[in-house]
């Protein structure tokens, strides 16, 4: 069974860093590109970040020079550096398989004075 489970959300004021983080277990890891994904209340989820199996990464627009993903694949992970959060980061994040699919259950986002 694939399981990805999510880590490391909370609150954080403008301007200040997290540092997510996924588990996954139950598929051969090392070879599948992973991704983060994010969802604000009411509006559609939105791709974040990607890194493939050789461990280079792309991101989103909105991200880009801000957000860090990277993997270890010894331990099956993928990370989520954030720096210099904005309000319009909040939200639930959460990790995938691939493009989209499956999906863990997420970490809360929570960017507020």
């Known amino acids: 069974e694939v399981q990805l489970v999510e880590s490391g959300g909370g609150v954080v004021q403008p301007g200040g860093s997290l540092r997510l983080s996924c588990v996954a277990s139950g598929f051969t890891f090392s070879i599948f590109e992973m991704s983060w994904f994010r969802q604000a209340p009411g509006k559609e989820p939105e791709w974040v970040s990607a890194?493939?199996?050789?461990?280079?990464?792309r991101y989103s627009n909105s991200v880009r020079g801000r957000f860090f993903m990277s993997r270890e694949n010894a331990k099956n992970s993928v990370y989520l550096q954030m720096y210099n959060l904005t309000p319009e980061d909040a939200g639930l994040y959460y990790c995938?398989?691939?493009?989209?699919?499956?999906r863990g259950q997420g970490t809360q986002v929570t960017v507020s004075s």
């Open positions: 890194v493939n199996p050789g461990g280079n990464s």
């Open positions: 995938a398989r691939g493009t989209g699919a499956p």
